[in-house]
């Protein structure tokens, strides 16, 4: 078990107080490493969303606070978590990534000297099956994690929700490390599980249809956009199962789309053999 790191006597003094707030749902395979590596905040918050498997028992190792909220989606969670933090900075990080002792640095800088910022973006190299991805739209990958508590908050979306800000958004140089895709049961559990239900769902309440010709042209069009135009080729195989994955994602997406367009009675099945049953 890797020790935290101690305070950086460089930047600690002079800079506001953070929070780092770690949603965390059955996680415990990966919460751990992720918990050490921002370790060195002012306040360590887990969120956890009533987890089975050990997470709880990990998390209160190393955290400040753990709260507990009934999970809904990934905004929803996060915009419940960041009015909780007690400081005015505040760093959201997810159970699969890490800070490096470099992002930590430069992240300690900024926030001693924020300027006009409100928040600040960071890129995030991710990690598939072993190797960073360095193409098929997988970095650079800035995400918005570092904001000012009361200026800060996700949009309210069911899948993949950006964060608004209400003001300047800065730039850092030193990634986030995300281990996204660790195994292909994870990646098939996750990314095409619950991921394409509430991507359909979202694009129904939105009014948007599923027809013939986008269930049938969308997901080879996703594929080659993200192997061709974005590169994934030069990822070798990696970028090729990427580029796969993603063409399934859109696929399962319509699929589930075109399903809600078509709604039929719960346990139809049971009801259609009762029907021939009666009529025997």
Known sequence: MSMPLPPNPETTQARPRLSVIVPAG????????????????DELIVVDSFSSDGTLEIAQRYADRILRNEY???????????PQASHPWVLIIDTDERVSPELRQEIEAVMAQPGEYAAYRMPRVNYAFGRPVRYAGYYPDYQVRLFQRDRGRYAPRQAHAHMMIDGAVGTLA???????????????????????????????????????????LRPPAAFIYRYLYQGGF???PTGLVISLLWSFYVGLTY????????????RWWEADWLQRDRAT
Not at 27 to 41: F, G, K
Not at 205 to 215: C, K
Request: with cysteine.
């Open 26 to 41: 059955n996680s415990a395979e990966v919460i751990e490493q992720c918990l050490t590596s921002v370790r060195w905040a």
């Open 72 to 82: 809904i989606n990934s905004a929803t969670q996060k915009n419940w978590a960041i």
């Open 174 to 216: 030193n990634p986030i490390i995300h281990y996204a895709h660790r195994t292909m049961e994870q990646t098939i559990r996750g990314l095409l599980g619950p991921m394409t239900y509430w991507e359909a769902l979202e694009r129904y309440q939105q009014g948007r249809r599923a027809n013939m010709w986008q269930l049938f």
């Open 234 to 236: 030069r990822d070798g």
């Open 255 to 266: 699929l589930r789309l075109w399903e809600m367009q078509h709604p039929t009675v719960t």
